[in-house]
């Protein structure tokens, strides 16, 4: 694509640069120059920057890409709702007090928890991340999710905010600020 790009950046520069040998006004080799400068700064930003682009059929407008480096590794297939209901019941239900109290306790469990979604943030080490309010009366009951895009039960593209779900996974330390418990989803279905 990078190849395709400055190819293209070279055909119009040539066509610029023979069109200013032909005509003899010079305001209009000005205009030229400046047209070539303009017209390199995109192209550098993209040979600088490649993943933040994708390249649409509608060339040469580009969209930006809300990925993470960790969903280029994701190969995991995603899973409905039936097909996990077998594993389900490996899953218990953790309270958060246990959970932020006995954090210890939980690592490498298998535990469940819903709650609504207070913030999403991409994570180019984890993958993606949901700060989840557990008591939506309470605004200290969070606890962090890390997920890939292939942890969302089949026909769920996106997690978004206010969102109402069900985590299944499994119990991990403390967040780095060390208030809020982490569970690694296994698997999220709305609730």
């Known amino acids: 694509m990078v190849l395709t790009v400055l190819f293209g950046e070279l055909l119009a520069i040539l066509i610029i640069v023979a069109l200013i040998q032909i ?8 205009a030229m120059y400046i047209l070539i400068l303009a017209s390199l700064a995109p192209v550098i930003f993209y040979a600088i920057n490649p993943v933040q ?9 580009v969209e930006k890409v809300d990925t993470v480096k960790a969903d280029l590794d994701d190969r995991k297939p995603q899973v409905s709702v039936e097909d996990f209901k077998q594993n389900q019941s490996d899953y218990d239900y953790v309270t958060y007090t246990e959970l932020s109290q006995n954090n210890s306790l939980y690592r490498g469990h298998l535990i469940d928890q819903w709650g609504k979604v ?9 993958g993606r991340q949901i700060i989840m309010d557990l008591n939506e009366s309470n605004q200290s009951d ?5 997920y890939h895009l292939s942890d969302l039960a089949k026909g769920i593209t996106n997690i978004k905010e206010n969102d109402r779900i069900k985590v299944y996974g499994e119990g991990h330390s403390l967040d780095k600020t060390g208030h809020y418990p ?3 989803a296994h698997f999220i279905e709305y609730e």
């Open 53 to 61: 682009f994708q390249f649409t059929g509608s060339f040469p407008f």
């Open 182 to 184: 982490v569970i690694d």
């Open 118 to 126: 207070k913030k999403v943030i991409a994570n180019d080490k984890v």
């Open 142 to 146: 969070l606890v962090v999710v890390d």
């Open 23 to 30: 005509i003899k006004i010079r305001w209009v080799h000005y």
